[in-house]
């Protein structure tokens, strides 16, 4: 089994920027992809972004330019640094993994994100 724990949601202003971090932990097969996903009140869950083990990240069209996904392996982490944030990323940010083994997906319980003045 493994277990994600999400952390740094909170309340930001337009414009401002927020990171968000993801820490794995139990049983994490090497290959993996370690992904974000959001969801807001009436709307469908998106990915947001995603990377793989080796560093390979895909974005989506919305995020591109202003948020950045990382990861460190060594501490089976995963951040999303977010900037130049818009009302329209209210959402709430879940974190996934997706072992390379099996397939199997694991979800974080996920934190919330409010941009607003």
């Known amino acids: 089994q493994v277990q994600l724990v999400e952390s740094g949601g909170g309340l930001v202003q337009p414009g401002g920027s927020l990171r968000l971090s993801c820490a794995a932990s139990?049983?994490?097969?090497?290959?993996?992809?370690m992904g974000w996903f959001r969801q807001a009140p009436g709307k469908q869950r998106e990915l947001v972004a995603q990377?793989?083990?080796?560093?390979?990240?895909t974005y989506a069209d919305s995020v591109k330019g202003r948020f950045t996904i990382s990861r460190d392996n060594a501490k089976n982490t995963v951040y999303l640094q977010m900037n130049g944030l818009k009302p329209e990323d209210t959402a709430i940010y879940s974190c996934?993994?997706?072992?390379?083994?099996?397939?199997?997906?694991?979800w974080g319980q996920g934190t919330q994100v409010t941009v607003s003045s």
């Open positions: 990377i793989t083990n080796l560093g390979s990240t």
């Open positions: 139990g049983n994490i097969f090497s290959i993996n992809i």
């Open positions: 996934k993994l997706t072992a390379g083994g099996d397939g199997v997906a694991y």
